[in-house]
C-alpha cells in the first residue's frame, strides 16, 4: 500500500509512514509568525505563478499578509480571560476533485491554526492545480517547520489508506457532495476526532426590481458582470453558484428587470467568451425539458447555448442533480416572504441586490436555521471566508482550553 | 396522404428523398396532435415551447418538429398510453449505476417494431431463412433475468435465422469445436452471421486468427451494430474491420447498422457504399449543436433521429448524443435512396468543475433492439 506524494516533496511513500511523522512533531501555536510568514510567503508565489488564472489569484488574494493579520488579529478575539483556543492536532482533509483550489484553503486555516495536515487529492491533475504544487513545494522549501507539518498525497478510491489517516486524525473534513461524504464516513474515526462534512448544497439569487431598475446603465452592467462571476466561474456546479434567481416587487416590473438582466448577462458572457460545449448543451436541454414538465414551467428562453432561462410562476423545488452551464430558474415574487416556506436544509447562499441589512437579518431570523448559511451581496457568491456552511473553521481546527485558578 | 402501410409496403430504402420527406411530413404532424393529446408531459413541453396552448399546427418542414434529447428518456417515463396499455417497456444498456432509458411500447408500436426490422433485414438478406451464427454467448438470450438492449439484439435478429450455433462461451472464448461442426455442414452456403460489433471483432476475428481458422463464409452475410468507440481505440475502422474479415473468411457481404431502443423504427442500414441508410419510416437530420440549425452536407454535428412509428410514447423526433455527418442523398436506382450518414461516434464529454464530486459516468455504447 503506497500512495503519491505530492508536497511537500514528491515521490511514493507509505500511508503508516507519513501518519507516524505527522504523529511524531508537535502542533505549531495558532497563528504562529513562523505560519503566517509561510503563509505570506506563499500569496507571493501564488500570485506570480498563477498571474491570468483567477481561482490562483483570488487563493493569493485571499491569503496576503494583510489579510493574515487581520485574521490573527479576530482570532485573538476569540480567547478570554479564562479560555484559550488551542490545535485540534492532526486535520485530514478530502477535498473535491473538481474544483481545484478548495484545498488551499481548508489546509491553510488549518495549518494557520496550528494544526498539521494530511491531505488527499484527486488522482485526476489539471494544469491549475499543478502550478499551486508546485509554489507550495517551492514554499516550503524555505519553511521546514511548515512542511514538517503538512503531507498533500494523491491514491485512489482506497478504503485502507483512509482509514490508516483517519486513524491518527483529530479532525475530518470531507468536501465533495453526498455521494463523498457518505463513503467516507463510513470509514471509522478515533473516539476524540470530529468530523466536518460539505454535502451537496443549493443556491439562489434574490434582486429586489425596483432597486435594479433604479440603477443607472453601467451599474447594470456591473451587476450582470457580477452575476456572472457568481454563476459562471465553476460552470455554475459550485455549491453557491445561484440556480434559481428571484425577481422581487411586482410582476411587470419584474418582468421587465428579468428580460433586460438576461440581455445585459448575454452580452457579459460574449466579453468573457465563455463557452458551453456540445455535450453540455445537450445536457442543459435535457434538465431544462426534464424541468419544464417535472415542475410545470411555463416559459423557456435560450440566449444562446449559454444562458437558458425558465420562467416560474412559484417556486419550483429544482434542487438535486444539475448540469450547470448556465440554466436558471426564473421566478416573480411579490417579497422575500415567499422563502421561508421554500428553504431546505441543503440551501446555502443568497446571493442579492438591492435589500437593506435589516430586510436581509429578519429574513434570517425568520428562516430561523432551516436553511441558507450565508446570504452575501451580489458578485461574492464563491467568495471563500472561514465561515462556510455554517461552521467557523478556524473555531472548527481548534478546541477551546479553558483556565481558572480559582478564588484566591 | 401516404400512410404507414404504404411505407411498409413499398421496399426499403427505396423512396426518393423528396417523397419520403412529403410521405414522413403529414404522418409527424399528426403523431405529433396525437402525443400532444395523450402525454401529459409531452403537452406541458408544447406549451412551453411554443408558448401557445393550441393543437400542434402543422409544420411543413421535418426540422422544425420539436426534438427531445433522447437522455430524457432517463430521467422520465414518457408515454401516451394508459397503464393498462402497456405492452412492454424496454431498457437501453448501462453500465452499473448508470441510469437506463425506458420506452414504453403498446402492441401496435411493438408490432410496429417487428414488422419494421422484418422489412429492413429481409430487404437486405432476402425472404429465405439461413443457418444462422449468432456471435454471442448461449447465455446472453437464456439469461432472462435483465433484458438488456444486448439480449434483445440478439432476440430481434435470432428469427431472421435457423439452426443457431452461438458461437462464444461466456469466457468469450470462440467455440473452436462448435464452429467447426457447424461449418463441416453448411460452409460455401448461404449463412446468416449476426453480433455487437467489438465482439465481432475482438471475440470471433482474433479468436479465428488465434486458432488459425478461415472458415469458407463467402456466401454468408454479416450484420453488426454497437458502434466503433471501442474499436477505434486499436485503430479499427469500418474499412479495416471489412478487410480483415473478408481476409480471414470470405465475408463479403457486411452490413453494419445504427440504431437505438428509444426510437422504434430507426435502424439504420449500411448499404454497399458504407453510408447508412434510413429505412421508408425514418429519416435523419444533422443540427448544429451551437446553433442548432440543421447542418450543411458534410458538416460534423449532432444527429437527430425521426420514425413514425412510435405511437404509444413521444419519441418520434429525438435528439441523440452522436456525432454523425450527411453526405449526399443516394440514387433511388441503386435501390438505396434518403440522406447518406456517417456516425463519427458519441459527443465527447468535457470534465465538469464543481463541489459535487459527482463522476461523468462512462457511458456504454447501446446496441439496437
Given amino acids: 500500500m503506497t500512495v503519491r506524494q505530492l508536497v511537500p516533496v514528491v515521490g511514493d511513500c507509505e500511508p503508516a509512514d507519513l501518519a507516524e511523522q505527522l504523529l511524531g512533531i508537535e502542533s505549531l501555536p495558532p497563528f504562529s509568525d513562523e505560519a503566517i510568514a509561510f503563509a505570506a510567503d506563499l500569496s507571493r508565489a501564488l500570485a506570480r505563478a498563477g498571474r491570468g488564472r483567477p481561482e490562483i489569484e483570488a487563493a493569493a488574494f485571499w491569503m496576503r499578509r494583510a489579510k493574515l ?26 477535498p473535491p476533485a473538481n474544483v481545484d483550489t478548495l484545498f488551499v484553503y481548508s489546509w491553510l486555516l488549518a495549518m494557520l491554526t496550528g494544526n498539521r495536515s494530511i491531505v488527499r487529492l484527486s488522482e485526476r491533475s489539471t494544469d491549475q492545480a499543478a502550478i499551486i504544487f508546485d509554489a507550495m513545494r517551492e514554499t516550503m522549501a524555505h519553511h521546514p517547520a511548515i512542511a514538517a ?49 460539505f454535502p451537496d448544497r443549493f443556491s439562489l439569487a434574490a434582486v429586489r426590481v425596483d432597486a435594479y431598475l433604479a440603477l443607472p446603465a453601467p451599474d447594470r452592467d456591473r451587476v450582470a458582470e457580477q452575476f456572472f462571476n457568481d454563476a459562471y466561474w465553476f460552470d455554475q456546479r459550485g455549491c453557491s453558484s445561484p440556480r434559481i434567481v428571484l425577481w422581487v416587487g411586482d410582476r411587470a416590473s419584474a418582468a421587465t428587470a428579468e428580460s433586460e438582466f438576461f440581455d445585459r448577462l448575454r452580452t457579459v458572457v460574449d466579453t468573457k467568451n465563455y463557452q458551453v460545449d456540445g455535450a453540455l448543451a445537450v445536457a442543459k436541454l435535457t434538465q431544462a425539458y426534464g424541468e419544464i414538465m417535472d415542475h410545470s414551467i411555463g416559459s423557456y428562453r435560450a440566449l444562446g447555448n449559454e444562458i437558458t432561462v425558465l420562467g416560474a410562476v412559484e417556486l419550483p423545488d429544482v434542487r438535486g442533480e444539475f448540469c450547470g452551464g448556465g440554466l436558471f430558474t426564473s421566478v416573480s415574487v411579490p417579497s422575500l416572504d415567499e422563502l421561508p416556506s421554500f428553504v431546505r436544509r441543503a440551501d446555502q447562499t443568497l446571493s442579492q441586490l438591492g435589500f437593506t441589512r435589516e430586510e436581509l437579518r429578519d429574513l434570517a431570523v425568520r428562516l430561523n436555521g432551516k436553511g441558507i448559511d450565508r446570504i452575501v451581496p451580489m458578485g461574492s457568491a464563491l467568495d471563500f471566508n472561514r465561515f462556510w456552511d455554517g461552521y467557523d473553521l478556524v473555531q472548527e481546527f481548534t478546541r477551546r482550553v479553558t483556565v481558572d485558578a480559582g478564588r484566591r | 396522404m401516404t400512410d404507414i402501410q404504404e411505407l411498409f409496403s413499398r421496399p426499403q430504402f427505396s423512396l426518393p428523398q423528396q417523397d419520403k420527406e412529403q410521405a414522413l411530413r403529414g404522418l409527424l404532424n399528426d403523431l405529433t396532435r396525437s402525443h400532444q393529446e395523450r402525454c401529459q408531459d409531452y403537452r406541458q413541453l408544447l406549451r412551453t415551447l411554443t408558448g401557445k396552448d393550441e393543437a400542434w399546427a402543422d409544420a411543413d418542414r421535418l426540422e422544425d418538429f420539436p426534438f427531445l434529447p433522447v437522455s430524457l428518456f432517463k430521467r422520465r417515463l414518457l408515454k401516451s398510453i394508459p397503464d393498462d396499455e402497456v405492452f412492454k417497456t424496454m431498457t437501453s444498456s448501462g453500465t452499473t449505476g448508470q441510469e437506463v432509458s425506458r420506452i414504453t411500447l403498446d402492441r401496435t408500436t411493438a408490432d410496429l417494431q417487428a414488422r419494421a426490422l422484418s422489412a429492413i433485414v429481409t430487404q437486405v438478406m432476402g425472404p429465405q431463412r439461413m443457418p444462422m451464427i449468432v456471435i454471442d454467448t448461449p447465455n446472453v438470450v437464456k439469461n432472462r433475468n435483465m433484458f438488456s438492449a444486448r439480449a434483445a439484439g440478439v432476440l430481434g435478429m435470432i428469427q431472421f435465422g435457423r439452426k443457431h450455433f452461438y458461437a462464444l462461451d461466456d469466457d468469450m472464448k470462440l467455440d473452436v469445436d462448435g464452429l467447426s461442426a457447424f461449418l463441416d455442414q453448411y460452409a460455401g452456403q448461404p449463412i446468416l452471421l449476426f453480433g455487437f460489433t467489438y465482439m465481432v471483432w475482438e471475440y470471433f476475428y482474433n479468436g479465428l486468427l488465434e486458432a488459425g481458422l478461415t472458415p469458407d463464409l463467402s456466401q454468408g452475410i454479416l450484420f453488426h451494430s454497437g458502434g466503433w ?76 433521429v425521426i420514425s413514425v412509428l412510435p405511437h404509444s410514447y413521444p419519441g ?51 446496441g439496437v433492439a
Fill in chain 1, 69 to 94: 493579520n487581520r485574521l490573527a488579529a479576530s482570532f485573538a478575539e476569540l480567547g478570554t480571560e479564562s479560555s484559550l483556543l488551542v490545535p485540534r492536532g492532526i486535520v485530514f482533509h478530502v
Fill in chain 1, 149 to 197: 507539518r503538512s503531507a498533500m498525497v494523491t491514491y485512489g478510491h482506497d478504503r485502507d489508506v483512509t482509514q490508516v489517516f483517519s486513524d491518527v486524525c483529530d479532525v475530518r473534513v470531507i468536501w465533495g457532495g453526498d455521494r463523498t461524504v457518505n463513503e467516507i464516513r463510513r470509514i471509522s474515526l478515533p473516539t476524540h476526532a470530529t468530523e466536518l462534512t
Fill in chain 2, 229 to 304: 468507440k471501442k474499436l477505434a481505440d486499436k485503430a479499427v475502422d469500418n474499412a479495416e474491420f471489412k478487410r480483415g474479415l473478408g481476409e480471414v473468411t470470405g465475408l463479403r457481404r457486411i452490413h453494419n447498422y445504427y440504431g437505438m431502443v428509444e426510437q422504434v423504427g430507426s435502424v439504420f442500414m449500411e448499404g454497399p457504399d458504407g453510408f447508412l441508410y434510413p429505412p421508408n419510416f425514418a429519416d435523419v437530420i444533422i443540427r448544429n449543436p451551437e446553433t442548432w440549425e440543421v447542418a450543411a452536407p458534410d458538416e460534423l454535428g449532432l444527429i437527430e
Fill in chain 2, 316 to 366: 418520434h423526433v429525438l435528439l441523440t448524443e452522436d456525432l454523425g455527418r450527411i453526405h449526399g442523398v443516394g440514387d433511388p436506382a441503386s435501390g438505396w435512396a434518403g440522406k447518406q450518414l456517417s456516425v463519427i461516434g458519441r459527443l465527447p464529454k468535457a470534465e465538469l468543475r464543481g463541489c459535487s464530486d459527482t463522476h461523468a459516468a462512462s457511458v456504454e455504447e447501446q
